[in-house]
């Protein structure tokens, strides 16, 4: 297993304070079977095919040879998409190391005047590919992207045929009649695999594709996590006991997560957290606020707050095997200058510290904290961390009664300004 995680320090018997009671943790646990049958049986029907993609291949033929054709073809790469489109994208992407002819790619997800003309306006526009990424085919912001780059290549006498690529669900949309004229390749996007969810889709495996990653490294990973979650003890699995541990939580009054990796290859992956868990369980009154943090540069900008602000949140850790890598403190100039407990050190070494004392500090101070460990951070271990928040996420929206895969409320926001837009003169 490419995780392992320690809740241990997330008990009152423990730390005391707002630390979860056992008793009450079991209560929301006794539920997890229901929720996980539930799961079982949405898979086994292909009502949540989601749940297949990480012991799947077969889907993967296209995305193949585009990226393999595209990596030889262009210096530049650009994804658009916006929310679940983009950021498993992102948080994958942040995995490469790329080799000097590799491609340069860009996920401008966050739609905004000034990037858009910096991406358009570059002189390599000739040598760029485009992947227009939009299950519903009708985002307002990826269809703005889309256009404008049409624009664009025609102002230069660019074919957009070789040069765009569409992720979007079958049937009639814009997005599809758009990519039909122009001669787009067209991939599918699953119509019953959420945005949100879908970072081991097309949507997320053509990007590391694109970027070298290995997406059956990846599968892997998710598999790992998959198995032991819906095998016959799911029910004491970690994403199940994390969904009972969040719910019994946020009963007491805990109505924040913190996820906070100590590797910064994985702050976008809390950044993708902090959707999947906000929209699909913030409904009907439920759910908790997600909160990305960074270690260490956040125990100087956030700490505080935690461990003397109010005792309502739920800190997630991650960790990774650091310690004795990265460049050595020479010993001799750590002495001279009276820092003895630096001297010979590794900057891997001084992370792998603060890690620790972040989490025993929280702890000792009556905050639950939860350690997620991986034994290197790579494709496998990336994999099971996506695995793990949709399950816990999917948990307990059993738990909790609600549709883990929806967002009614967010619909109301895109009709106002789609109305905003047709008033301006």
Known sequence: ???????????????????????????????????????????????????????????????????QAWRRRYDRVVIYGIGGSALGARALLALRDPADDDPVILVPDNLDPQVMSQVLADRRLADTGFVVVSKSGGTAETLTQA????????????????????????GDSVLRKLGTEIGATMLDHDPLVGGRFSV?????????????????????????????????????????EG???????????????????????????AVWYRQIWAESLGKQGHGTTPIDALGPVDQHSQLQL?????????????????????PQVPADKAQALGLDYLAGRTVGDLVAAECRATVETLAGN???????????????ALGALFMHFMLETA??????????????????????ARKYLAEMS
């Open 1 to 67: 297993m490419p995780l392992t995680i320690d809740t241990s320090l997330c008990y009152a018997d423990r730390i005391g304070g707002a630390g979860a009671v056992r008793a009450a943790v079991e209560t929301w646990q006794a539920k997890a079977p229901a929720a996980l049958d539930a799961i079982r049986a949405a898979r086994d029907d292909g009502s949540l095919p989601l749940f297949r993609l990480a012991h799947r291949d077969d889907d993967l033929d296209q995305a193949r040879e585009l990226a």
């Open 147 to 170: 256009l404008v780059t049409l624009d664009a290549l025609a102002a230069q006498g660019l074919n957009p045929e070789p040069r765009i690529a569409c992720v979007v669900e079958p």
């Open 200 to 240: 081991l889709s097309v949507v997320g495996m053509l990007p590391a594709l694109l970027a070298g990653l290995d997406p059956s490294k990846i599968r892997a990973g998710a598999a790992a996590v998959q198995d032991a979650a819906l095998g016959t003890d799911g029910a004491s699995s970690a994403p199940a």
């Open 243 to 269: 969904a009972a541990l969040a719910c019994a939580l946020a009963e007491a009054g805990v109505r924040q997560s913190v996820l906070m990796p100590y590797v910064d290859r994985l702050h976008l992956l």
């Open 306 to 326: 935690y461990l003397e602000g109010p005792a309502d949140k739920l800190f997630s850790l991650i960790e990774a095997p650091i310690a004795g890598t990265g």
């Open 366 to 380: 009556g905050r639950p904290v939860r350690r997620l460990n991986l034994e290197k951070v790579d494709e496998e």
């Open 395 to 416: 948990i307990s929206a059993g738990l909790l009664g609600i549709d883990a895969y929806d967002q009614p409320a967010v619909e109301q926001g895109k009709v106002l």
